[in-house]
């Protein structure tokens, strides 16, 4: 594990991201649950938990911006490569199961779930082949 | 590529960690270029030179010159 400046940063804000997004899904659920929700406010309060979700994905490319270890952010772009290849792989082969009705359907959301397992992926791929798993 | 670091380096008693905080990185990215599995980018490669007081070519190997010492 490297403890970069950079690191820290991108760490403290995915634990604030992290508790917005809890924030956000508690507060969309209850409103849904109790009918309190209609129109334009409907699809704002449903689309909430999703902004912090974008926003850890801002945070890893603010992440990579202020890394100043060019070895250490390479490990990370490489991670963030396979993680990418990873979700759009897995995305693609499940809406052509999904398409063709082998497999039942899953929300679309579930990529960014993927994309974050994807990020251990490409940290095992790092300690296998350069032998620095990184961040 | 091939590089001379480490032996410019255990030649003034320093550890890996030492080096990295003269260059201002990790010890995993001297780690990484010592063992030739990372190669720097050029500022990084100067201020490893400045730092040794060396010329760039005298720490680390051009592929080339070796392919052509080879043939």
């Known amino acids: 594990m490297l403890r970069t400046p950079a690191w820290k940063r991108y760490n403290w804000r995915v634990v604030w991201l992290s508790l917005l997004y809890a924030a956000f899904l508690l507060a969309a659920v209850y409103g849904f649950k109790h009918h309190l929700l209609s129109g334009g406010v409907a699809y704002l309060v449903a689309a909430l938990p999703a902004f912090p979700i974008i926003g850890i994905f801002f945070a890893m490319g603010r992440y990579l911006v202020e890394e100043r270890d060019e070895y250490v952010r390479m490990l990370m772009v490489r991670q963030t490569l396979w993680a990418s290849g990873f979700a759009l792989s897995v995305a693609t082969i499940w809406g052509f199961l999904e398409s063709f009705e082998v497999v039942g359907h899953v929300d679309a959301y579930y990529v960014a779930v993927i994309w974050f397992a994807g990020l251990g992926v490409g940290s095992l791929i790092n300690k296998f082949t350069v032998g620095d798993g990184g961040c | ?71």
């Open chain 2, 1 to 71: 590529m091939e590089n001379r670091l480490r032996l410019l380096r255990t030649e003034r008693s320093w550890s890996q960690q030492d080096l990295a905080e003269r260059l201002e990185v990790s010890r995993q990215s001297v780690n990484a270029i010592e063992t030739g599995k990372y190669d720097p980018s050029l500022p990084l490669a100067f201020r490893i030179a400045e730092l040794f007081e060396r010329p760039i070519e005298e720490i680390f190997v051009s592929p080339s010159s070796r392919s052509s010492k080879a043939i």
